[in-house]
């Protein structure tokens, strides 16, 4: 027998995305955002109030960048994610995190987070609080890169937000192929 919950914002898993802008002076400044994913080939959609700091940001210089939070930093990201730069402009620096400038987008891409997303804003609707993003580039440290020369999922050890339980889970193992293993029970 199912148990309803109604209507409630859960799916697994849901990435926790580290968004990085510049605000007007250049400073870098970033936030936790957990409801977004891929909408397109070339793009990502994130569901961001008009009231952060980083989407007044997004909207005046027209970039930002997504950045996979990792177990490593599990405490820095949810920081991001609690603290708003409308209240303190040095979260960065207090949640320990650096910046380097992307040379792809204008936004900044965070050192210690291995894997980004950088995107060019291609739209943002404050009702819906809709913010679409192009991607332009992944960027990956090579310490993440398996010997096949790919992001290998185990060396960048991403972690999910569990909407339910509001916690944050560490990805599994492998358990299958994709494109492949269903194969099998095609006729």
């Known amino acids: 027998m199912r148990k309803n919950f109604g209507a409630k914002p859960y799916t697994y898993p849901q990435p926790v995305f580290i968004v990085a802008s510049y605000d007007e002076n250049g400073t870098p400044d ?3 955002a957990a409801w977004g994913g891929i909408s397109d080939d ?3 959609s994130l569901c961001l109030s008009a009231g952060h ?3 007044k940001n997004i909207q005046a210089r027209g970039a930002f ?3 996979m939070a990792i177990a ?5 990201c949810d920081y991001v994610g609690i603290v708003s730069a409308n209240d303190e402009p040095d ?10 400038k992307s040379e792809f987008v204008d936004a900044p891409l965070l050192e ?4 980004a997303l950088e995107c060019k804003l291609v739209s943002y609707d404050p009702v819906s609080c809709r913010l679409v993003g192009e991607i332009v580039n992944v960027s990956a440290d090579e310490s993440v890169l398996g010997e096949n020369g790919k992001i290998d999922p185990a060396k960048l050890d991403p972690i999910t937000f569990d909407p339910v339980n509001g916690t944050y889970l560490r ?3 492998k358990v299958g192929n994709a494109f492949r293993d269903g194969l099998q029970l095609k006729k």
């Open 65 to 67: 960048t997504v950045s």
């Open 72 to 76: 490593k930093y599990v405490v820095a």
């Open 171 to 173: 990805l599994g193992e």
């Open 30 to 32: 970033a936030m936790n």
């Open 53 to 55: 700091k980083t989407v």
């Open 91 to 100: 979260k960065l620096k207090i949640a320990g995190f650096h910046t380097v």
């Open 112 to 115: 210690e987070l291995p894997m």
């Open 42 to 44: 070339t793009q990502l």
